[in-house]
């Protein structure tokens, strides 16, 4: 990986081809441009990669073993990873941190599971049942008793 450096230096230039007196002087600005060569480091760890494989993720390079979730810690090289602000998470601790949680049971509700909103609230679809028949009510008329869901049949 190379990165550039500019150093900005100031000469003067003579305009005037006389040697004369009084010549205008003008000072110049100019850019000189060099690349120093810089070892590619890890993301996490900042050490150089020296042997061994380099993870690419997230637009940066790793060490196998320091590209982790950065909740739990639990190694990404090999397994399926969410991410939120620039940083990795597992799919368990990405379910447990962002994932709406379901008003009944209080667990998360998975990204892929199906689930049931009511006054801004989630519900895992088994969990959306009516409280006396425990039929479940998702897509179905319910009505709401003493805060507690119930099918027509059952009110």
Request: glycine residues 6%; proline residues 8%.
């Amino acid at each position: 990986h190379t990165r550039s450096y500019r150093l900005i230096f100031k000469f003067y230039h003579v305009f005037s081809q006389s040697n004369s007196p009084g010549a205008s002087v003008t000072p110049f600005y100019g850019r000189l441009q060099t690349s120093i060569a810089m070892p590619d480091v890890c993301a996490k760890c900042g050490k150089p990669f020296t042997s061994g494989s380099i993870l690419s993720a997230l637009d940066k390079k790793w060490h196998p073993n320091c590209f982790n979730c950065v909740n739990c810690g639990s190694s990404l090289a090999s397994q399926p990873f969410h991410v939120k602000d620039d940083v990795p998470y597992c799919p368990p601790c990405w379910t447990e941190k962002f994932q709406p949680k379901c008003s009944k049971c209080g667990k998360p509700i998975a990204p892929d599971e199906q689930y049931m909103t009511y006054n801004e609230k989630a519900y895992h679809k088994e969990c959306f049942i009516c409280h006396r028949c425990q039929g479940c009510l998702a897509g179905k008329q319910f009505c709401i008793k003493e805060g507690n869901f119930y099918c027509p049949e059952c009110v």
